[in-house]
């Protein structure tokens, strides 16, 4: 009678060990035919990305033979950015002392700079469109001659050098032009422009020209804390007939100015 109940007892259990053998061996074949799928996918995906990187190489920027190279930012200082933003102000008085080329070598690197390895900037950008174009009219800077350039950051890949666009000294006219004590003299002006329509297409051709113009604060508040840094000042202005502006620097046609910065050594 035992033997008996034993056999009874281990049938539910050899029916149960045949079914899930029944099911086993599909689903087994399933994940191997997914996993195979899943590779192909991948190895594929991989040769296609090979092959555009091969077909359309990154487009390398061609500057002017008397272009300048800018002297390596640093990236360490002994002021913390607490500290900077505690002693952060407005700076209207300047005296008439000339900048380095070190100093405005930071200067620049702070609004628009490359700081990392594949081309973002020290400014966010939406949709790392980076419309804005700085300028720099150099009035009384060590080793650049008097006149504007253009700041280039570079593309991927840093660059950090100023391309003459003019070599004419500006700084009368522009003071004439502005009317602004805080220009009178001074050693160094940005010019920071935005293209609105650069930043509508990379919204599909609607117009986001808020970004262009946060991105513009984004980059005076970096050259603010910089100067403060390098014991400089600026300040920030927009009260200027862009019309006029633009006779006397020479900047895009598609772009805006949207403001425009004195740097110097606050009196």
Avoid: C
Avoid at 41 to 70: H, K, Y
Avoid at 115 to 139: C, E, H, M, Q
Avoid at 209 to 228: P, S
Wanted: charged share 20%.
């Amino acid at each position: 009678m035992k033997q008996t109940a034993q056999k009874v007892n281990t049938k539910p259990s050899t029916e149960k060990t045949k079914l899930t053998k029944k099911w086993f061996t599909p689903l087994l074949m399933a994940v191997v035919v997914i996993a195979l799928l899943v590779t192909a996918f991948v190895v594929n995906r991989r040769r296609n990305n090979s092959q555009s990187q091969v077909e359309t190489p990154a487009v390398q920027l061609v500057l002017p033979a008397d272009s300048v190279a800018l002297p390596t930012p640093d990236y360490r200082s002994g002021n913390s950015l607490e500290a900077m933003l505690k002693i952060r102000k407005t700076h209207l008085d300047f005296t008439d002392a000339a900048l380095s080329l070190k100093q405005i070598s930071q200067i620049l690197w702070a609004a628009q700079g490359i700081n990392v390895d594949w081309g973002d900037r020290t400014a966010p950008s939406a949709k790392s469109t980076y419309p804005l174009t700085v300028f720099l009219i150099a009035n009384k800077v060590t080793g650049l001659d008097n006149g504007e350039y253009q700041y280039i950051p570079g593309e991927r890949t840093m660059l950090h050098q100023l391309k003459p666009i003019k070599k004419v000294d500006l700084g009368d006219s522009l003071f004439t032009l502005l009317n602004q004590s805080s220009f009178n003299k001074i050693p160094a002006t940005l010019v920071i422009t935005g293209n609105m329509a650069k930043m509508a297409e990379a919204y599909g051709g609607i117009p986001h020209d808020k970004e262009v113009y946060l991105e513009a604060g984004y980059t005076a508040q970096n050259v603010a804390l910089e100067a403060e840094s390098l014991k400089l000042g600026t300040n920030v202005s927009t009260n200027f007939d862009e019309l006029k502006l633009k006779e006397l620097v020479t900047v895009a046609s598609t772009d805006t100015i949207i403001l425009i910065m004195p740097v110097g050594i606050p009196k």
